[in-house]
């Protein structure tokens, strides 16, 4: 079995971005860490959620102490939600789990998120030239 820097279920954080309960290798807590979230929106509060997310979480995510972007995707067909975002370092990321912000973004996102939040989290890796 192949073996990631790490993976993790939660019954949500942020549900949508680099919101997750993350542990990477030591070698890689220097590095910049991509995080890839993806979540189940409830039917019939697509614009409910959809409210939260543009007018919360995006617009309080990027001024958070070492979020270099977050990116957002939606599938409406499927209800299939979810978020790239690119870190400075996991401390940073570490830091932000247990922030107050980000209670107060989970709490705003839960009630129209079915089921659990899948989070994934990598060290960036650039190809040597």
């Known amino acids: 079995m192949k ?8 019954c949500l954080t942020l549900g949508i971005l680099a919101v997750l309960g993350v542990s990477l290798t030591a070698s890689a807590s220097a590095q910049h860490v991509i995080t890839l979230t993806h979540y189940q929106e409830i ?15 995006s617009q309080k995510l990027p001024g958070v102490k070492g979020v270099q972007w977050i990116k957002f995707f939606y599938n409406p067909s499927t ?15 570490e ?19 079915q089921g659990e939040v ?8 650039e190809p040597k030239k």
Do not use: M, N
Not at 4 to 9: A, D, L
Not at 97 to 104: F, M, T
């Open 79 to 93: 209800g299939e939600r979810g978020s790239v975002s690119l870190w400075e370092s996991q401390a940073d990321l």
């Open 118 to 125: 899948s989070s994934k989290g990598y060290p960036v890796y």
């Open 95 to 113: 830091a932000y789990l247990k922030s107050d912000l980000r209670k107060e973004l989970a709490g705003k996102v839960q009630p129209f998120i």
């Open 43 to 57: 039917p019939g509060k697509e614009a409910q959620l959809s409210q939260v997310i543009d007018h919360e979480v």
């Open 3 to 10: 073996q990631s820097y790490f993976s993790t279920q939660f």
